[in-house]
């Protein structure tokens, strides 16, 4: 396995594109709660693995329309989840990973002869670790009108079902269904998940959704519908 670099990343929070502005991913992962059952007849600490966590902190540079616009809505931190993903490359089929969560600190500094500094921490809610996949997208792209993205190997099918990802940076018109489809062979494939229809006026937005059962090899995306100019980015990970 290739050893990866940092160049190439990208961070994308419910429908907006913060890489502009974000300069480091200080951390994304989990963490798994350990529960003390020690008994009198142990001569050692005794564990076992309870709760586990997700959760992304990201630093960055102070810019009101871009970055501050998403982490602030209303001039306070948003109380839905977002949907957050992280790519870990520019290629089609680049590891990426996601979370549902709640966004938990946004955090403005200025220190002496520094530009001003941005911290924002995410916390998983969707009682879901950070889930790790590839994109289905070479960074972000655009959909012009209905069509198909490249095909992602994934060098075997598997049996335990899918978790999708899409972040909807903006739509010039129109409405767009869009789909993750699957296929043993690259040339046939069946829709696998379908998301929420997108309208112009609800971009930017993003969707986690799911699928089980059986994913075959082959993952592209799909878009239909009567729309111009989708601009996303989508990753998905088998479970």
């Known amino acids: ?106 955090n403005v500094n200025r220190a002496s002869g520094s530009a001003i500094a941005t911290t924002a921490t995410f916390s998983s809610t969707a009682g879901e670790e950070v889930e790790w996949g590839v994109m289905l997208t070479a960074s972000k792209v655009t959909s012009a009108s209905a069509g198909n993205g490249s095909t992602v190997d994934n060098a075997a099918s598997s049996s335990a079902g899918l978790v999708a990802y899409l972040e909807a940076v903006s739509l010039a018109s129109g409405t767009v269904v869009f789909k993750v489809q699957h296929s043993a062979d690259a040339s046939t494939w069946v829709d696998l998940i379908t998301f929420t229809s997108i309208a112009a006026a609800a971009a930017p937005t993003a969707e986690r959704a799911t699928a089980t059962g059986s994913i075959n090899r082959y993952l592209r995306w799909n878009t239909s519908g009567t729309f111009s100019n989708l601009v996303f980015a989508a990753g998905a990970a088998r479970l």
């Open 1 to 106: 396995m290739a050893k990866e670099n940092g160049l190439g990343v990208r961070l994308y929070s419910h429908g907006y594109e913060l890489s502009a502005d974000v300069n480091v991913v200080d951390s994304i992962g989990y963490t798994q709660a350990l529960l003390d059952v020690t008994t009198l007849d142990n001569a050692a600490t005794a564990r076992i693995t309870g709760l586990s966590d997700g959760s992304l902190t990201v630093n960055g540079w102070f810019e009101q329309t871009g970055q501050h616009a998403a982490y602030l809505d209303s001039f306070q931190m948003p109380t839905t989840d977002q949907i957050v993903l992280v790519q870990m490359g520019t290629a089609l089929g680049a590891p990426c990973s996601g979370m549902t969560a709640k966004e938990a600190t946004y």
